[in-house]
């Protein structure tokens, strides 16, 4: 397995990959693995010649009062992650080899970027969409692999590719869980142990979701209100927003009828989870 | 030569050529071609197995009481032309097929877009950039080949391709003029007899101020009242902008030390023209 800090290094090696007719498989990620990236990495492993995983944790992506200084990187452990799963290739570039001095250009989705987690994280999703930009054009992926427990940021991406008439496909993978039903996340590992536990009631509130609309409910404020009311007895818990949207346009549907996504980000103490779940009316 | 109007058909001709290694040259245009697109088309041919030439009247990139509905449309022409040359394949898609309903993705370039024409066209730069980013990844070219007669959107471009890693390589060719120095344009056949006998004094204010500067003039105020003082003179002209700016960044050079652009759009009658020189203090 090679470790790739250069982008025109990394770029060559792709651009000789394609010309070779090898189909490419790209895992964008900002590392600090764990099982939800590894589940994503088989999957490209099972269907592509070669496989690319990025480890960069992005900057455009962070307001000025979020995590970047803190949020967790170890990139011994995940690229011995990556060895065992068969890696091709870790590209691991410096935050001053993506963005130098004068840097000037953005990628921005509108509407489906101002939404959910968009509202509270003003330029996330830009600063998300230029650098997957960024990395594919670098990486030049067949397919690119994103995670459902960003749901958010997979609904951009593909909208983004289709929209820029992108030479790939984006494919989304199922979000990995913990036994008590919490989505994997790198950000989990913030949790003390009382806000851990407090932390499993994420999953249950979308699992009430779910079958409170098997049930017959359509009613989307009411089942909000009861999914709030939930959380809320769940201790160390803030509810930032929990809303139920159209999957294609991420505006807000009034009564369910066909797929919904039920999406929401809850602070546990000072740590900021997000999940979701879809269902169908 | 083929003619192509699918995104798909092409994206795929374009796949398959990239897999077979064959090194591809791209002209993007919005038809109604003249000598100065086939100077770059010439070029590309010279350097590249494949030539495509896109023919596209890009909606996104015209202001709303811009010219964008008598912009002069000829495919017939066009391709005759392209045949010519010898290009392989012209990619002339609908606007309904470059932008579906419900599209949402724009790519911007901060500062660079707000000034000299992105002044009096708010939005221009963003919508140029769009489709060259949207045409690149169809065509997927090793080279494409800009006209230095809209200098700013060569920069602009060559700094988009550079900021967002782009695989391929911009290359920028001379202005092409008649003989009277008028640079050649699509625009140039809006123009009544006189105002075409007037549009001349473009270039020979340019050619005053390269002189002026050759002479070891430096102070740009002064440089641009003379060259101004000259267009006035000439009937039918109002000038728009006439600016000597930093050819990387576009910002106005006080005083003239390196390379410097001198850069003007100037109405003859109701039709916009823009030309610019490079000049060295």
Redesign the interface.
Known sequence: MKIIRS?KEM?QL??SW????YRVGFVPTMGALHEGHLSLIRQARKNNKKVIVSIFVNPTQFGPKEDFKKYPRNLSEDARLCRKEGVDVVFCPSAVEMYPS???????????SAVLCGEFRPGHFRGV??VV??LF??V?PDIAYLGQKDAQQAIIIK??AR?????LRIEIVPTRRDRDGLALSSRNRYLTAAERKSAAVLNRALNLGHKLVADGNRNSRKIITKLKALIRKSPRTRIQYLEIVDPQ?LRPVARIKGQALIALAVYLGKTRLIDNIIVRG
Request: net charge positive.
């Open positions: 982008i770029q792709a651009g394609k010309r070779r007719g004068n840097y000037k250009t953005y990628v921005e989705i509108e509407d489906l969409a230029t930009t960024k054009n670098i030049q909208r983004m929209d820029l008439n992108m030479p346009d």
